[in-house]
């Protein structure tokens, strides 16, 4: 596609369920990052994609949060037993390879209540 | 611990005013640097980055940035300010750690154009 397609761009949801959040990177692009822009402040690196393999998890905030890449394409993160302090705008983005131009996408903005 | 800081959190110009966004950085090396801007509405959009050479670099929209080893920052500027230029700006270090091009940011500056 012509960009990084994120879906859905606003998710509402109650405190406790499970969200899935899709990532549609551009075509060719190696590299995927998700990040997490809470209220106020800065991006927070949550997880890196090198094709389907996740190399660096680390920014994963607890054993609630998981993500996987099907290939080279499509990510979903998914957010088990929600909390309020999930709530988040969720950013994706995409590099041809490593180190080289990140392209991002317009996040998904996530509301627990 | 490595970060990124970006002193100030709201600038309030004129239009037609010169700006510069303050960045520094806490890393032993060089990393890679990066100013993003993110409009109302939009995704983030890269201004402009640092790899190696040339320590003062161009990028879109008439901005540009000038790293400085011995002060380990990397402040973005631009002459004169546009209505369009309303935003938050990112500055973003890549530690190069492990590879991953991972990127940690600051907290943003938010500007303000004034007619």
């Known amino acids: 596609g012509a960009g990084v397609s994120q879906s859905p761009s606003n998710k509402v949801t109650e405190k406790g369920k499970d969200v899935e959040l899709r990532c549609d990177p551009i075509?060719?692009?190696?590299?995927l990052y998700w990040y997490r822009q809470r209220l106020g402040q800065g991006l927070e690196f949550l997880i890196y994609?090198?094709?389907?393999?996740?190399?660096?998890k680390s920014g994963l905030p607890s054993d609630r949060f998981s993500a996987e890449r099907t290939g080279e394409s499509v990510s979903t993160l998914t957010i088990q037993r929600t909390q309020q302090e999930d709530s988040a705008v969720y950013l994706c983005?995409?590099?041809?390879?490593?180190?080289?131009?990140?392209?991002f996408g317009q996040g998904t903005r996530l509301t627990v209540v | 611990a490595q970060s990124v800081t970006q002193p100030d959190i709201h600038i309030t110009v004129s239009e037609g005013a010169s700006l510069e966004l303050r960045c520094n950085y806490s890393?032993?090396?060089?990393?890679?640097l990066f100013w993003y801007v993110q409009s109302p509405g939009q995704g983030l959009q890269l201004l402009l980055k640092?790899?190696?050479?040339?320590?003062l670099v161009q990028g879109i929209k008439g901005f540009e940035a000038e790293f400085k080893r011995s002060q380990s920052s990397f402040n973005l500027r631009k002459p004169s300010v546009h209505w369009s230029d309303a935003a938050e700006y990112f500055c973003?270090?890549?530690?190069?750690?492990?590879?991953?091009?991972?990127?940690?940011f600051g907290q943003g500056t938010t500007l303000q154009v004034k007619p």
């Open positions: 075509s060719g692009h190696t590299a």
């Open positions: 983005a995409s590099s041809r390879r490593v180190r080289t131009e990140a392209f």
């Open positions: 890393y032993g090396a060089t990393p890679y």
């Open positions: 973003a270090v890549d530690l190069g750690s492990g590879n991953t091009g991972k990127l940690i």
């Open positions: 640092y790899f190696s050479g040339d320590t």
């Open positions: 994609f090198q094709g389907n393999s996740a190399p660096d």
